[in-house]
């Protein structure tokens, strides 16, 4: 992973997205938490109502950023898959991350200009990103305005359905949370990643 | 002769009783001694003081529901069971308007086969509720459990929007109705959606809970609350619901009609899959498979920090 000479990778709007994000992301999944466990929670249920509904806004409008921003730079050749490979070259980094890395074996593919993300991290990012975030976006409008939601689904409640796959979907993102922090500390040194994402240099 | 004279008196009995039989029939209005008029719009009698066919206007509140009659808990009894039987003649006596009629307790009280409806112990708690404190006796069950339509949603119907619906229609029948709340009360009946206003989701809310889970106070040993209080005791905190030990499991959720059906299915969620309250939906299932995962996760990191740490 290590390159000699330092590349620009993040530039500025990127990085306040990234930051404006992950403190929403942070918080949303804090009081999604809360409301779910309110009597065991610090935050008092309207509190954690309001955080919720205003991070999701805040969310939204930085996904808007993330989404234009994509389209208007060359962001978005980074998120380009070839069908080359298409499961070959994930699983080389799945294989080096579990075994390669501990066994002195290079990192197959290494970040330049042209490469900003390894498959696996560009799979994930890609997923996250374009279908998961936008589908809690979208389930989580909908229990903003519930009189929108279909009334039954089958036997069930729609809201309730909403509801539970707006909730699974959240967890999703905090399990994709700990380990995208945790694959960051993977770098010439610990913090170096966490760095990066602050002055913008990888 | 003697022969002939029981025939005609069985005949003339067998028609009367028939004719007897055939009133207890609700579902049968137009040839219902009373219903025949008190099922419509307008009805006709003949005025003998002119000779004369009448029309006139029913009454908007003496007309009954026959539907709801045929289906109400007393179903089975005709009119004149509680009415004066004097009111088979029209025009009905001005007197009989003083008529004091059978209440609930007349003949639900001190009855073994209705012990379980519990009627003496809801009339204790009704005579604590704010209804009664300001209007005494005159506040009587029937101002929200008519006798002529009542039917027993909350312990048959397993659809909870359905006793919602029922429940709240009571409430609504005076809160909701500017004559017969003035009739009661002497003044005007507050606006309920700007009394409300402070309720996220006020529609949902009104669709989906009952009046009463805010506006009683619970007593364990009775399915209903009757107990309604004052407006300023009133729910105003969202977590006595909005919690996994739910202020809804002892009152909506109380009927066993309702939890035998929410706990089949696959999210086996503790109250009924037709609403969803935040805090209260907890699935045992999901919880576990995210804590599994979240434990997987955690033991994952801290496997790759170890090996990451021993093969530096």
């Given amino acids: 992973m290590a390159t000699s000479k330092k590349i620009y990778f993040y530039p500025v709007w990127l990085r306040i997205w990234h930051g404006l994000n992950a403190l929403g992301i942070v918080i949303l999944i804090v009081t999604g938490i809360s409301l779910q466990n309110i009597e065991s929670s610090f935050i008092g249920f309207n509190s954690a109502i309001n955080l919720h509904n205003i991070s999701g806004v805040v969310v939204t409008l930085g996904y808007l950023i993330f989404f234009v921003g994509n389209i208007i730079t060359n962001n978005s050749k980074y998120y380009i898959v070839k069908p080359k490979g298409f499961i070959k070259r ?12 501990f066994h002195n074996m290079k990192a197959p593919y290494p970040l330049s200009e042209k490469r900003k993300f390894n498959p696996l991290q560009k799979y994930f990012y890609i997923i996250v990103m374009y279908l998961v975030v936008p589908m809690v976006i979208i389930t989580g409008f909908a229990l903003l305005f519930p009189e929108i939601i279909i009334e039954n689904v089958y036997n069930l409640s729609g809201v309730f359905v909403t509801a539970i796959f707006h909730s699974a979907l959240g967890f999703f993102i905090s399990i994709f949370l700990i380990i995208h922090l ?9 913090i170096d990643n966490f760095k990066s994402i602050f002055n913008g240099w990888h | 002769m003697k022969y002939r004279l029981f025939t005609l008196i069985s005949i003339i009995l067998f028609c009367t009783l ?20 008190h099922s419509g719009q307008a009805y006709t009698f003949h005025n003998e003081l002119m000779d004369l066919e009448e029309k006139k206007l029913m009454n908007p509140y003496f007309i009954l529901d026959t539907v709801a009659l045929a289906l109400g808990v007393h179903n089975l009894f005709d009119c004149t069971d509680c009415h004066s039987y004097e009111y088979v003649t029209y025009p009905h006596a001005s007197n009989l308007k003083l008529e004091s009629l059978i209440t ?8 073994e086969s209705f012990a379980s409806y519990q009627f003496e112990k809801i009339e204790e708690e009704s005579q604590k509720s704010i209804h009664y404190q300001v209007y005494g006796d005159n506040f009587t069950c029937s101002k929200c459990h008519s006798q002529h339509t009542y039917a027993a949603t909350a312990r048959t119907s397993s659809d909870v ?19 017969k709340y003035q009739l009661v009360s002497g003044h005007e009946n507050p606006q309920l959606i700007q009394v409300h206003d402070w309720l996220p989701n ?16 619970i007593v364990d040993g009775l399915m209903v609350s009757h107990n309604i209080q004052e407006k300023a005791k009133a729910v105003k905190n969202c977590v006595e619901c909005h919690t996994t030990n739910s202020r809804l499991k002892s009152s909506l959720y109380k009927y066993q009609n309702l939890q035998k059906r929410s706990e089949t299915g696959i999210f086996n969620a503790v109250l009924s899959n037709e609403s969803y309250v935040i805090g209260t939906h ?11 995962i979240f434990l997987a996760t955690l033991v994952g990191v801290a496997t790759h920090t170890i ?6």
């Fill in chain 2, 307 to 312: 090996f990451r740490i021993l093969k530096k």
């Fill in chain 2, 104 to 111: 609930c307790l007349d003949c639900h009280g001190g009855d």
């Fill in chain 2, 282 to 292: 907890q699935s045992p299932f999901l919880k576990l498979l995210s804590i599994i």
């Fill in chain 2, 202 to 217: 006020q529609e949902l809310h009104f669709k989906h809970v009952r009046c009463i889970e805010c506006h009683t106070e």
């Fill in chain 1, 90 to 101: 994930p699983l080389k980094q799945i294989y080096y991350y579990m075994w390669g890395m």
């Fill in chain 2, 161 to 179: 929007l359905e006793i919602v619906d029922y429940s709240n229609k009571m409430c609504l029948s005076c809160h909701n109705n500017m004559n």
């Fill in chain 2, 18 to 37: 028939w004719h007897h039989s055939k009133a207890q029939y609700y579902n049968d209005p137009e040839n219902h001694e009373c219903l025949k008029c």
């Fill in chain 1, 182 to 190: 945790y694959v960051a500390t993977i770098g010439k040194s610990p």
